[in-house]
């Protein structure tokens, strides 16, 4: 999603969220489609996860056997909470911001390094790997989201929320979100995930928004599920 050099770099920043969908059809009809051996079975985590379900959505004929996701970010909070959301990044980019952090967002900084009361996970060794991976690659280093970016994704939540739409999602599905989740807060997503037809929701409680970055226990329990999934779906 980052445009940006120099001092803006950092900048996780996109203006419609349709971008990343045409580049996953040209993927998967140049790449994917025509060598595929075997069932196909692919994953997506948080945004990546949004976008694969959006995708199927908004077309049937994929090479896709099943799917599975892992905090789905379907919605980042309570219809109301969206909408205001929703008004305030469009107002922003109106009045010229768009390339601007979003409240509480910023460059990649000591802050985000602590475990102490972090979002992600329980874990602090599994906590720190994309510490280490941002020390051994500065260059890689990412922050926080602008308001273009924010008013774009829930755009594209919006889309992806449609009743009409996740009802055509005809694979299997299989979603593990972590009970303890407020990035993409389980009592939200839920309700969307329960439209589509073979979509079968796993909470793991004592996880937060990385579920394959947890403790062992259960990051244990989430491979559990993913390999029963797979039994049935390959």
């Known amino acids: 999603s980052r445009f940006f050099t120099g001092e803006r770099r950092q900048r996780d920043?996109?203006?419609d969220f349709a971008t990343h969908i045409d580049d996953l059809n040209q993927f998967h009809d140049a790449i994917v489609a025509p060598n595929v051996v075997g069932k196909l079975v692919a994953h997506?985590?948080?945004?990546?996860?949004?976008?694969?379900?959006r995708w199927l959505t908004e077309r049937r004929d994929t090479a896709l056997a099943g799917l599975f996701v892992t905090a789905p970010m379907l919605a980042l909070a309570g219809p109301l909470a969206h909408a205001s959301a929703s008004f305030l990044?469009?107002?922003?980019s109106k009045l010229g911001y768009g390339e601007d952090y979003a409240?509480?967002?910023?460059?990649?900084?000591?802050?985000?390094?602590?475990?102490?009361?972090?979002?992600?996970?329980?874990?602090?060794?599994?906590f720190t790997i994309i510490e280490r991976y941002f020390d051994a690659y500065p260059d890689m280093g990412v922050g926080g989201v602008t308001w273009d970016w924010l008013h774009a994704a829930i755009k594209s939540m919006y889309l992806a929320q449609r009743r009409v739409?996740?009802?055509?999602v005809g694979i299997p599905v299989l979603a593990i979100v972590g009970g303890e989740d407020h990035v993409t807060p389980p009592d939200e997503i839920i309700r969307y995930l329960n439209m589509?037809?073979?979509?079968e929701t796993v909470i793991l409680p004592g996880s937060r928004h990385d579920v394959l970055n947890e403790t062992a226990p259960v990051r244990n329990e989430a491979w559990r599920?993913?390999?029963?999934?797979?039994k049935q779906v390959v």
């Open 13 to 15: 920043h996109a203006l």
């Open 44 to 53: 997506g985590h948080s945004m990546g996860g949004h976008l694969l379900l």
């Open 89 to 92: 990044s469009w107002g922003s």
């Open 103 to 126: 409240p509480m967002q910023h460059d990649y900084n000591a802050d985000d390094r602590a475990f102490a009361g972090n979002p992600l996970s329980h874990d602090p060794d599994r």
């Open 165 to 168: 739409k996740l009802e055509r």
């Open 196 to 199: 589509m037809p073979k979509a």
């Open 225 to 230: 599920q993913i390999d029963g999934f797979l």
